[in-house]
């Protein structure tokens, strides 16, 4: 682990590597790998988001009954909760393979033609990220869509003609972190989306029990209900916390992980009990300490903490707001009196300095979004 936190920001908010982050919900290189083999490969192993699961099932059965292909799936949601699990779901309960790419990965609109025209009759095309499609492959993506045709265009400049080309009929997945970037012809086109939310810490620990498992270690009720409770609701830091806290009770216990075990190893990855790694700490206790709770422009927070004014409103804040510790208001962020009790601080005399303080909720949405961007 790197000094002074562990979190370095590269490019957008792609999180360092996501190994030395206890608590990015992003994946890191080597993780992709552990977790296709913790993947979820059917509706019925897929833990959690009742609400989407059900409707899915009914949305592919229905397809199977009537031998077509279902409708275009979106999902929508933040990191690590299940969207490309939930994409090869979909490919294996209909029985088709699934073509794997991204928004960002197409860049030229004949390149997705070449994919859409080598597409299997009920194949599945995933694209991942797919608010950042280019504008020239997402006008395709319409047509293809809704007709299953695409138009190659031949020859260059004024001679060009453009030739339509049946393809077979395919479903197309799409995942966004940021379903609000999404133009409104291409929302349209899909007639599913799912939305997917948080999980609740029984949920992870379902989660938690299931990876266990698969990993061969042995796991306590009370030692996953400790994990799950510092996940923030995401099964993808379940899964990281439990292979941590797994390495430090092969080399500190006896395997097996029981809540002293769990806990032990946390606090020493510096994740406490509310899922706050070290940086989430201290902006709160800057918040708190040295601003008396506020308001205090984000600015000077990020002075008092060293850190990037960005990546102490991208990256700390959104789940500050989300946990109900840290409010943004026009005067400036201001600790809820949550987050004086979680630091063990005694509430100030008079009061929380609160003011006439609404979590303005477009503001936390549109940065907490902002996390979410892959
Ligand atoms: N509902 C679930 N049940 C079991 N494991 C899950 C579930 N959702 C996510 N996971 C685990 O979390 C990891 C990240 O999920 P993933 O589908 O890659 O998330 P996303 O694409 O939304 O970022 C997966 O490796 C999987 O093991
Ligand atoms: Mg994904």
Redesign the pocket.
Known sequence: MSAPFDRSLTGELAVGDGQDWAVS???GDEE?V???????HSLH?????PKV?RQLALVLEGAKRRGRTPDHVL?S????????????IIGSELGTSVKITSGPAIERSGDLAAMLSNLAPGDVLFI?EIHRIARPAEELLYMAMEDFRVDVVVGKGPGATAIPLEINPFTLVG?T?RAGLLTGPLRDRFGFVGQ?EF?EPA?LQ??LA??ADLLGVELTAEGSAEIAGRSRG???I??RLLRRVRDYAEVEADGRVTREVAEAALALYDVDHLGLDRLDRAVLEALVVKFGGGPVGVATLAVAVGEEPHTVEEVCEPFLVRAGLLARTPRGRVATEAAWQHLGQPLPRGGIPLGRVTADPQVSGASSEALFD?
Do not use: C, H, W
Request: glycine share 8%.
């Open positions: 919900p992003q994946a992709r552990v977790e296709s083999a913790l993947r979820p192993d897929f833990i959690g988001q699961a999902l949601g933040p990191p690590g909760l299940g969207k490309t699990s939930l994409a090869l991942d995942a972190t997917m999980y949920e379902q989660v299931r990876s995401t099964p993808r379940a899964n892959a």
